[in-house]
T-cell receptor, first 114, second 114 residues
Framework: DAGVTQSPTHLIKTRGQQVTLRCSPK?????VSWYQQALGQGPQFIFQ???????QRGNFPDRFSGHQFPNYSSELNVNALLLGDSALYLC?????????????FGPGTRLTVL | AQSVAQPEDQVNVAEGNPLTVKCTYS??????LFWYVQYPNRGLQFLLK??????LVKGSYGFEAEFNKSQTSFHLKKPSALVSDSALYFC????????????FGGGTRLMVKP
């Protein structure tokens, strides 16, 4: 049973560039959430996708956008990168209607903005 | 609004001794509480959760946590620490009316010395 997978593992970009991160949820899951974990901090919720729509959003600017595909996989896009966007980006999957259950996290993508 | 506080950046304990990692929370509504562990360069691994029922919950690797509603706490415990327990521990909360968004604490680094 494949868990949550993310790609790429590491990414280096420069300020002003755009980046796309990818996530495949755990088999059987239909909901994907994205989190940003800055160095030395806990993860912060960016947004959640279900049925190919953004359902819930944290306190992040519009530069952060996403997409969910019919196979439930998801992309996180960040435009006009800032130095402060350097972080570990975590994808988590779950099953709708079971919010009492734990979310399963992927290994993350480490983004460095120079 | 929901928030989590982990008052200790680091906890040091000798192998074989009991350990406690503290967590307090604030939510509007009934809380769903979670503990996750993060090893270097890895994503988050689920340890245990409190949804309802017995205040003492048992999880993976011998960990347990006690839910205290009056003190709004959910401390993580283990009777006998192992060197391999050394890692970063995160407490997270989700209100039962807050959708899928998890709010994490800042994390506590557990160091178990041989």
């Amino acid at each position: 049973d494949a868990g949550v997978t993310q790609s790429p593992t590491h990414l280096i970009k420069t300020r002003g560039q755009q980046v796309t991160l990818r996530c495949s949820p755990k088999s059987g899951h239909d909901t994907v959430s994205w989190y940003q974990q800055a160095l030395g901090q806990g993860p912060q919720f960016i947004f959640q996708y279900y049925e190919e729509e953004e359902r819930q959003r944290g306190n992040f600017p519009d530069r952060f956008s996403g997409h969910q595909f019919p196979n439930y996989s998801s992309e996180l896009n960040v435009n006009a990168l800032l130095l402060g966007d350097s972080a570990l980006y975590l994808c988590a999957s779950s099953l709708v209607g079971q919010e009492y259950n734990e979310q399963f996290f992927g290994p993350g993508t480490r983004l460095t903005v120079l | 609004a929901q928030s989590v506080a982990q008052p200790e950046d680091q906890v040091n304990v000798a192998e074989g001794n009991p350990l406690t990692v503290k967590c307090t929370y604030s939510v509007s509504g009934n809380p769903y509480l979670f503990w996750y562990v993060q090893y270097p360069n890895r994503g988050l691994q689920f340890l245990l959760k409190y949804i309802t029922g017995d205040n003492l919950v048992k999880g993976s690797y011998g960990f347990e946590a006690e839910f205290n509603k009056s003190q709004t706490s959910f401390h993580l415990k283990k009777p006998s620490a192992l060197v391999s327990d050394s890692a970063l521990y995160f407490c997270a909360v989700r209100a039962d009316n807050a959708g899928n968004m998890l709010t994490f604490g800042g994390g506590t680094r557990l160091m178990v010395k041989p």
